[in-house]
């Protein structure tokens, strides 16, 4: 896709929230600098991803859905040495950032709650910067990227994106990773509870790839596995179809400076000059 043809969204507000030096509000040179370190992203959790589906032992299943959400994605974006501490402080700043963030459309609730969001930006940043510099001192254990703050901060090493770049789109990952999630899995919920014959399919299915553990507390009693995950076919699908009825976030947009061709399975379609495009970010 030809980027030229698009800049930054309408909502300057969000855009000033989340950060000009974040990749998904950053426009120009800027953004077409920063869509360079993707591909390391991506090779991280790729690299993730695959040692994760090659465990045999059970996965750990908290019985707080949250504290799950959040301790997977800080292990992979921060690695396995973050300090406890610093885990929770982020937790706190990210409760009073996420609902500034989502209430900036509402413009009453945003004016309400902007100057709290951005008090707990500044927080977020000033935690993410000690955790750089933390990193920096041992260059040497820095050097293996084993998580994607480690890749961002050698991309900030080799010069290809600022020190306010990489501290921006560190809290840009864990902020979208973590709320995008918890929406993901309340929308597939909340369609699944109003459809009681697709509930009962996926009870079943899971009763008979889990056995009866399935249904009791802790969920699955430690018997969750990558492969047994794979075997959960209708649930998967379930999933997919709650997403694409209703996905999880659409806060980053992009504003057609001119008519647009674009062209998807074999079709092709014009974005006039004008529109908002509206990134699905899942």
């Known amino acids: 896709m030809d980027r030229s043809h698009l800049t930054a969204g309408w909502n300057n507000n969000l855009r000033r929230l989340w950060g000009h030096d974040s990749v998904l509000f950053s426009d120009g040179d800027l953004h077409k600098r920063q869509t360079r370190f993707v591909d390391l992203l991506h090779k991280v959790f790729v690299s993730e991803i695959e040692k994760w589906q090659q465990r045999e032992e059970p996965t750990e299943v908290h019985s707080e859905l949250t504290e799950a959400i959040s301790g997977v994605i800080f292990t992979y974006m921060w690695g396995p040495d973050c300090p406890q501490m610093v885990s929770d402080k982020l937790l706190d700043a990210f409760g009073t950032y996420s609902a500034a963030v989502q209430g900036i459309i509402p413009v009453v609730h945003a004016m309400f709650c902007y100057g709290k969001g951005m008090e ?7 935690i993410v910067s000690a955790e750089v510099d933390r990193r920096e001192l041992d260059r040497e254990t820095s050097g293996i990227r084993t998580d ?27 902020f979208s990773s973590v709320d995008t999630t918890a929406a993901a899995l309340t929308i597939a919920v909340h369609f699944v509870l109003k459809h ?10 899971s009763t008979r790839v889990l056995g009866e553990c399935a249904w009791q507390t802790p969920v699955g009693s430690g018997r969750v596995t990558p492969a047994k995950l794979k075997e959960l076919v209708y649930t998967e699908a379930t999933k997919r179809e709650a997403l694409r009825i209703q996905v999880p976030a659409t806060l980053s947009t992009r504003l057609v400076k001119k008519d647009m061709p674009i062209t998807v399975d074999g079709k092709t379609f014009v974005l ?11």
């Open 120 to 126: 707990a930006k500044r927080a977020i940043d000033g």
């Open 148 to 174: 994607a703050m480690l890749a961002l901060i050698n991309a900030h090493w080799e010069g290809e994106i600022t020190r306010a770049e990489l501290v921006a789109n560190c809290r840009a990952l864990v």
């Open 196 to 205: 009681p014959k697709i509930l009962a399919k996926v009870k079943e299915e």
């Open 272 to 282: 006039p000059e004008g529109a908002n495009v509206y990134n699905t970010l899942y």
